[in-house]
Nanobody, 123 residues
Framework: QVQLVESGGGFVQPGGSLRLSCATSGNIFSIAAMDWYRQAPGKQRELVAAISSAGTTNYADSVKGRFTISRDHAKNMVYLQMNSLKSEDTAVYYC?????????????????WGQGTLVTVSS
């Protein structure tokens, strides 16, 4: 079983900061890209930030300069540092990883998702 578990969400006032973490577990052979998505109430899920295995990062225009994605290859974890938070950042944040896993003695590709962590930005 492969699992992604997010943590670090919560309630914060506008202008505040939060750091999200995503831990992976299971029979993971390798992880390529790791991403953070978010879904606000009544809206579609959107890509917030992505980081490749080489460390190349990409951000949604709405979070550039405020959010930073990073990863720990040794721990197979990905982080999202969120600064200068705005009310429009309120959403459930999901971790996503494109990985290769061991399954029944063979390698298999898997696009895995976490359960999400809620971030609420409000005064």
């Amino acid at each position: 079983q492969v699992q992604l578990v997010e943590s670090g969400g919560g309630f914060v006032q506008p202008g505040g900061s939060l750091r999200l973490s995503c831990a992976t577990s299971g029979n993971i052979f390798s992880i390529a890209a790791m991403d953070w998505y978010r879904q606000a109430p009544g809206k579609q899920r959107e890509l917030v930030a992505a980081i490749s295995s080489a460390g190349t990062t990409n951000y949604a225009d709405s979070v550039k300069g405020r959010f930073t994605i990073s990863r720990d290859h040794a721990k197979n974890m990905v982080y999202l540092q969120m600064n200068s938070l705005k009310s429009e950042d309120t959403a459930v944040y999901y971790c996503n990883a494109n990985m290769t896993i061991w399954y029944r003695g063979s390698l298999k590709g898997l696009d895995a998702w976490g359960q999400g962590t809620l971030v609420t930005v409000s005064s």
